[in-house]
């Protein structure tokens, strides 16, 4: 089954220094994608050989992995055997991206916010075969909290901007599930733009004691107009202009994996064009319900947002 690598990093880095002049301009409603999906569940260990990236010549090209943290907002990897044609896989209701190639599948899972530590499954259909279930844990993981008392009109939104982001978020869901079919060839990304980025994944902020959604991408610091570029080669999926997130942008990277990318100052592509990985897609800018000028990037994967670090290269 070898011919596939993890990708093996220390975790975040250091942030103490600027996280705090972060968290100030993380947009008040941004994180509210991880919880358009509730999915329970996850992932396995991988195979020794998974792990330490060794190869075969019956495993075909090495696929850059991202690295494995089973954990809310992380990913799993998990072995679906081999076969000639891929299986599918079902993560909950939500299908599940698998890659690699006849000798040894690979199904790339990621795991809501909102999951708890437990027990999970996978469900695999090889071809002609009944479906059967992989049973797997998911570890805890603590993320931090910021408790803030600010006046109510700063939290509470007005009737027409409730209505708006009721619209909005329906639209979102829709382009938050898209699934087209062929995996991505790598899942090592770009850094979209350069900058000091946050730690600030998985966050979650207290107003007047009532929680809000948890930070559900990183924030990378840089002025207004700074380019923005594809993580990876992929499809715009959408392009718009967004009460919470401001300008935006989304490409589909295929089986479910996809980028968004927030708070732009202006977009240069449009629905439907296909970019290729390091292409310029945007600006930096403060648009949105935010304090200053970022990039909010995050990445998705079966519908569930997961720390972009874990696919950083």
Sequence with gaps: MAGFRLVSRSGSRPFSRLLSQRLRII?????????????????????????????????????????????????????VGAAKKAPTAQYGDVPALVTGSPGEWIAVVGIP????????????????????????????????????????????????????????????????????????????????????????????????????NPHSGMDIAAPTGTPVVAAAAGTVIDAGDYFFNGKTVWIDHGAGLLTMYCHLDSIAVKAGQEVAAGERIAAVGATGRVTGPHLHWSVSLNRAMVDPELFLR
């Design 27 to 79: 947009a008040a409603g941004a994180a509210w994608l991880s919880a358009i999906v509730a999915a329970p569940g996850f992932a396995a260990d991988p195979s020794p050989a998974l792990r330490a990236g060794s190869g075969s010549a019956r495993s075909g090209p090495a696929i850059d992995l991202p690295e494995q943290r089973r954990v809310p907002g992380g990913v799993a990897v998990i072995p």
């Design 113 to 212: 916010l909102s999951t708890k530590r437990g027990p999970a499954e996978l469900r695999v259909k090889h071809a002609d075969q009944p479906e059967t279930r992989v049973q797997f844990e998911i570890d805890d993981r603590k993320y931090a909290e910021q408790h803030l008392k600010v006046p109510p009109g700063k939290v509470d939104l007005a009737p027409d901007d409730l209505a708006r982001y009721e619209r909005e978020r329906k639209h979102l869901a829709g382009v938050m599930s898209s699934f087209s079919a062929l995996p991505p060839a790598t899942f090592r990304l770009l850094a979209p733009v350069d900058g000091p980025r946050s730690s600030s994944f998985g966050l979650r902020r207290v107003f007047n004691g009532k929680s809000r």
